[in-house]
């Protein structure tokens, strides 16, 4: 397991640190890059919740890929982050906003053949228990 988590934070890391075409991005997110990554943001680790919100904010800059994020129910993660009273890094907290403000950004480009969609159509909220 241990190999397993290090490959997917090896491979978050890079798509995070590299220079990617649209054409690369479109590609990678086509063969289901995003599927771990989107995975990751619900891990306890920190460091691997960073370089997967690092990752995705690369992905989501081609607006069909941040529709499908949301689609795919990858803003109601980011908020859980953006709001974890736990959690005191403000770097993760800046990527996670400026990743929420790339997928909102995806929603306004036009296509011909999509349905409008919302970023909050797939937020699902917590219930606060005190």
């Given at each position: 397991?241990t190999?397993h988590?290090n490959v997917?934070?090896?491979?978050?890391?890079?798509?995070?640190?590299?220079k990617?075409t649209d054409?690369?991005?479109?590609?990678?997110f086509?063969?289901?890059?995003?599927?771990?990554?989107?995975?990751?943001?619900?891990?306890?680790?920190?460091e691997?919740?960073?370089?997967a919100?690092?990752a995705?904010?690369?992905?989501?800059?081609?607006?069909?890929?941040?529709?499908?994020m949301i689609?795919?129910?990858?803003?109601?993660?980011?908020?859980?982050?953006?709001?974890?009273?736990?959690?005191s890094s403000?770097?993760?907290?800046?990527?996670?906003?400026?990743t929420?403000m790339?997928?909102?950004i995806?929603?306004?480009?036009?296509?011909?053949?999509?349905?409008?969609?919302s970023i909050?159509?797939?937020?699902?909220?917590r219930?606060?228990l005190?």
């Amino acid at each position: 397991m241990t190999g397993h988590v290090n490959v997917k934070m090896m491979m978050a890391k890079t798509l995070s640190e590299v220079k990617l075409t649209d054409h690369s991005k479109l590609s990678l997110f086509r063969d289901g890059a995003h599927g771990p990554l989107l995975q990751m943001l619900s891990d306890g680790d920190i460091e691997m919740k960073k370089v997967a919100v690092k990752a995705l904010q690369n992905l989501s800059s081609i607006p069909q890929n941040g529709l499908q994020m949301i689609r795919e129910g990858a803003v109601s993660p980011l908020f859980e982050i953006m709001y974890c009273h736990g959690l005191s890094s403000t770097g993760l907290r800046e990527q996670v906003a400026s990743t929420i403000m790339q997928l909102a950004i995806s929603t306004t480009a036009h296509e011909a053949d999509q349905m409008p969609i919302s970023i909050f159509e797939t937020v699902r909220v917590r219930p606060i228990l005190g």
